[in-house]
Every structure is written in structure tokens, then in C-alpha cells.
């Protein structure tokens, strides 16, 4: 089964995270997919906290990806500031 969810990179104490489709058998920073964004849990300043591509995000729930809870969140708040954006 494909899954949605966060692969950790970035240096410690500084966390960064990818949003990736990928097997759900895979280690959570191992193979993927495809990268369908980022998450940067400390960004500050200018910075951009989430960055995703919503398009990829819906073929993939659309051919039955699970979201995994984190990314679920992301995306529902992402969609929220993209909406009262536009």
C-alpha cells in the first residue's frame, strides 16, 4: 500500500521534513516514490513552513493512498491558508 507521510532530514535539534508517497513496508527515511512537498516545523522569518503540491497529493489519495495523521493535519491546515488566500 502507497502511504503519505513525513521522511526526516535536516541537522539535529533542526528538523526538516519531506512529504513523500511511499510503500508503507519502506523505512520512514528510506526509498520513495515521489516528494510531493516539504514541512519545516522551525521555520522563522521568511521562511516558508509547508510547501506542497496539492494536485500530486489528491492522484495519489485518488489511486488509495492513506495520509499518515501528521501529513493528514498538514494538508487540512495547508488547504485552509490556500483557500482564504485565493
Do not use: C
Amino acid at each position: 500500500m502507497v502511504t503519505i507521510r513525513l521522511s526526516r532530514s535536516g541537522a539535529k535539534k533542526q528538523p526538516f521534513y519531506h512529504i513523500v508517497a511511499t510503500d508503507s513496508r519502506a523505512r520512514r527515511d528510506g526509498r520513495y516514490i515521489e516528494r510531493l512537498g516539504y514541512y519545516n516545523p522551525v521555520a522563522r522569518g521568511s521562511s516558508t513552513p509547508v510547501k506542497m503540491d496539492l494536485e500530486r497529493v489528491d492522484h495519489w489519495v485518488g489511486h488509495g493512498a492513506q495520509l499518515s495523521a501528521r501529513v493528514k493535519n498538514i494538508v487540512k491546515a495547508y488547504r485552509k491558508e490556500a483557500s482564504a488566500e485565493a
